[in-house]
Nanobody, 123 residues
Framework: QVQLVESGGGLVQVGGSLRLSCTAS????????MGWFRQAAGKEREFVATIMWSGGASRYADSVRGRFTISRDNAKNTVYLQMNNLTPDDTAVYYC????????????????WGQGTQVTVSS
């Protein structure tokens, strides 16, 4: 069965950095795009970043562009989210997801989801 397991979340101070990882297993992910979404308490889940299978193209939410970087290592079936210059508004549970084909900013397009990892930015 397909599993996505996120790691790397935690508590960090304003201006700090974290790197999230998400490792997929259970099938071949050749040709699968990967994405990161987040959900803050009391809010709907929102798009953060997504990357094509090739790693050659990616997209970011306006709120994180220039601070976050998505990357992947297909040999390890792992996608990363490097988060720099964190602010309290980045506090949320971060989810990774994967879908066959091109990337998407819409969560409804994703086939598989991880369980999430908590990121808390303290001021």
């Amino acid at each position: 069965q397909v599993q996505l397991v996120e790691s790397g979340g935690g508590l960090v101070q304003v201006g700090g950095s974290l790197r999230l990882s998400c490792t997929a297993s259970g099938r071949s992910f050749v040709g699968y795009a990967m994405g990161w979404f987040r959900q803050a308490a009391g809010k709907e889940r929102e798009f953060v970043a997504t990357i094509m299978w090739s790693g050659g193209a990616s997209r970011y939410a306006d709120s994180v562009r220039g601070r976050f970087t998505i990357s992947r290592d297909n040999a390890k079936n792992t996608v990363y989210l490097q988060m720099n210059n964190l602010t309290p508004d980045d506090t949320a549970v971060y989810y990774c997801a994967t879908r066959a084909g091109v990337y998407s900013i819409y969560e409804r397009d994703y086939d598989y989801w991880g369980q999430g990892t908590q990121v808390t930015v303290s001021s």
